[in-house]
């Protein structure tokens, strides 16, 4: 009767819904976005750093890619299977180097955009020091690599009609669109 039992309850637990391979769990979101974009100490988005060699960023590239030319990447980032919520990111290379990345988190709530947009500007800040702060902009100009580097937050919920939060890293002192 135990054999009988024990193997009901293995038929049981073996027939449930699993993940799909390659898709994550559903994990808290705010947590989820720290961990993806600043688990890395040395990285400036995720596992890509501004002046990486497009060689290096493809060894680090995931399976998402919407668009990949010789000079730009698109990826849609899923965040930790939180259905409504995932992240945009744009990579751009000037002379086969990342110069640009822009990320736009696509959230599915305003109360975890709330929490989640001052998590992304204390991690901003610990990185690359005190922002300047205006009307929901955050923005921060450092040197990397010898040369200006600009990290941009911003809320951009009004434009998009949802809660938003985009962000955009830029070096060699270009000015953002």
């Known amino acids: 009767m135990k054999n009988f039992f024990f193997l009901f309850v293995l038929i049981l637990f073996s027939c449930g819904p699993k993940p799909e391979k390659g898709i994550?769990?559903?994990?808290?979101?705010?947590k989820c976005i720290i961990e993806k974009i600043f688990s890395d100490e040395e990285s400036d988005f995720?596992?890509?750093?501004?002046?990486?060699?497009?060689?290096?960023?493809?060894d680090f590239s995931n399976t998402y890619n919407l668009i990949q030319t010789e000079d730009e990447v698109i990826d849609s980032i899923p965040l930790c299977g939180n259905k409504n919520s995932y992240c945009e990111a744009s990579f751009i290379f000037l002379n086969a180097r990342l110069t640009d990345i822009t990320a736009t988190f696509f959230i599915e709530s305003e109360e975890m955009h709330s929490q989640i947009y001052p998590l992304i500007e204390e991690k901003l800040n610990e990185k690359y020091g005190t922002a300047l702060s205006d009307?929901?902009?955050?923005?921060?100009?450092?040197?990397?690599?010898?040369?200006?580097?600009?990290?941009?937050?911003?809320?951009?919920?009004?434009?998009?009609?949802?809660?938003?939060?985009?962000?955009l890293m830029v070096s060699e002192g270009k000015v953002p669109v």
Do not use: C, H
């Not at 994550?24 to 705010?30: F, K, M, T």
């Not at 995720?46 to 493809?58: C, D, L, N, P, V």
């Not at 200006?148 to 939060?165: C, G, H, K, M, W």
């Open 46 to 58: 995720g596992k890509y750093s501004i002046g990486m060699t497009r060689t290096a960023f493809q």
């Open 135 to 167: 009307q929901g902009t955050s923005s921060w100009q450092v040197e990397k690599n010898g040369k200006p580097f600009s990290v941009y937050l911003s809320d951009e919920t009004l434009l998009y009609n949802r809660p938003v939060i985009k962000l």
């Open 24 to 30: 994550e769990v559903n994990r808290p979101l705010d």
